[in-house]
């Protein structure tokens, strides 16, 4: 059992062998409101991003990838329109929404075989058309700036991760990556986000999570961290409406938000 002297706005010592805080040292039950009073959020935050409709807009080179499988295969095109609203649930997802547009009928069989030529035909033109959203980087490097860990959790496989992060230029941008196969889970197993912050050196209770889908608020809920939506991602659901703490029209709003939304957090506490 460890003695930790506790920092000056606490004005108490406590016996303990639970975590305190790194930078005001006070137990798991009051690190929020000392972080709080100190203002320290952001230096003591750990940001997890998604990547698909959040940090980046892969859903041009998506949507052609998946056109060009199902003309490989000699199934009709679809409309861009179309196959975005799959975009963010996986490849199958894309090809059904494109074979509900089309009214062209695959089996299992089929649709497993067009999933990897999509995931080829995907590989190979990774960034042609992909861009990082406006705003994120320069929210990013702010944040960075002042102290924030950074983290990537992704249901895209690591190989294609890696790959995209290399090239859009921001691989060492994040402490800790995650892809969907990195664990033997993945969202909306919250344990794909609590152990990528443990492998940022993060904190959960100072942590939140920056998403886009249904998967991304449902683990950050599961977690017990906040959740941000952003309103120009690929869900289906409206991003008011998928439950999350806060809603981000743009990168240029997240410094602020996620200051007000710690804070509210640890004002509760």
């Known amino acids: 059992m460890a003695v930790w002297s506790l920092g000056p706005n606490c004005g108490i010592e406590k016996r303990l062998a639970a975590w305190i805080c790194p930078s005001c040292e006070v137990t798991v039950a009051h690190q929020r409101a000392c972080c709080f009073a100190t203002g320290d959020l952001i230096r003591n935050a750990t940001l997890v991003f998604d990547l698909d409709g959040t940090i980046a807009d892969t859903a041009g080179d998506l949507i052609e990838a998946a056109n060009a499988a199902l003309a490989e295969q000699g199934f009709s095109k679809a409309s861009p329109a179309a196959i975005r609203h799959g975009v963010g649930y996986g490849a199958k997802a894309m090809l059904r929404a494109a074979l509900d547009e089309t009214r ?67 691989a060492d941008l994040f402490e800790a990556v995650a892809g969907r196969d990195t664990f033997p889970f993945h969202k909306p197993d919250p344990r794909h986000i609590t152990q990528l ?66 804070g509210r957090v640890a004002s509760e506490a």
């Open 197 to 262: 912050v443990a492998q940022a050196g993060g904190r959960l209770p100072f942590a939140a999570m920056i998403g886009d889908s249904e998967a991304d608020i449902a683990a950050a809920r599961g977690a017990g961290i906040a959740a941000i939506a952003v309103r120009f991602g690929y869900a289906a659901v409206p991003a008011d409406a998928l439950g999350a703490d806060a809603v981000l029209d743009s990168f240029v709003e997240l410094p602020d938000l996620v200051e007000r939304l710690l």
């Open 104 to 170: 062209e009928a695959a089996d299992e069989a089929e649709l497993d075989h067009l999933a990897q030529q999509l995931v080829a035909f995907y590989e190979q033109r990774i960034a042609v058309q992909t861009t990082l959203f406006p705003g994120f980087l320069d929210a990013a490097l702010a944040l960075r700036s002042r102290g924030a860990k950074l983290a990537l959790c992704t249901n895209k496989t690591e190989r294609l991760m890696t790959r995209l992060l290399s090239e859009l230029g921001i």
